[in-house]
């Protein structure tokens, strides 16, 4: 089992930043890929980011992309989304999420462990 615990969304104004973290217990941290989703209000929940178990490689969405950092520090068992020129329709609640399935994996059914989700909302 892995528990995941996001924190660090809020309210921003539009152009604005926030960072998301993402802590992890349980098992070997390092042996996960790790993602972040969000979900906006009547939508489905959509892939956002991707990194992989070392931390080399990431994939992002386009419509975050140049915009979004996904990053780890697998020493402190931490996933991290710096968002940057935040827009109104990055509304939503962000989930991470665990992945033992290597390569760029963009499905939710991918990913076998889930945290609680933290709400971002942009203001225009």
């Known amino acids: 089992q892995v528990q995941l615990v996001e924190s660090g969304g809020g309210l921003v104004q539009a152009g604005g930043s926030l960072r998301l973290s993402c802590a992890a217990s349980?098992?070997?941290?390092?042996?996960?890929?790790m993602g972040w989703f969000r979900q906006a209000p009547g939508k489905e929940r959509e892939f956002v980011a991707r990194?992989?178990?070392?931390?080399?490689?990431?994939y992002y969405t386009d419509s975050v992309n140049r915009r979004f950092t996904i990053s780890r520090d697998n020493a402190k068992n931490m996933v991290y989304l710096q968002m940057n020129s935040l827009q109104p329709e990055d509304t939503a609640v962000y989930y991470c999420?665990?992945?033992?399935?290597?390569?760029?994996?963009?499905?939710?059914?991918?990913?076998?462990?889930w945290g609680q989700g933290t709400q971002v909302t942009v203001s225009s």
């Open positions: 999420a665990a992945s033992t399935i290597v390569g760029i994996r963009t499905s939710s059914n991918d990913y076998n462990y």
């Open positions: 990194i992989s178990r070392s931390g080399v490689s990431t």
């Open positions: 349980g098992r070997t941290f390092s042996n996960y890929a």
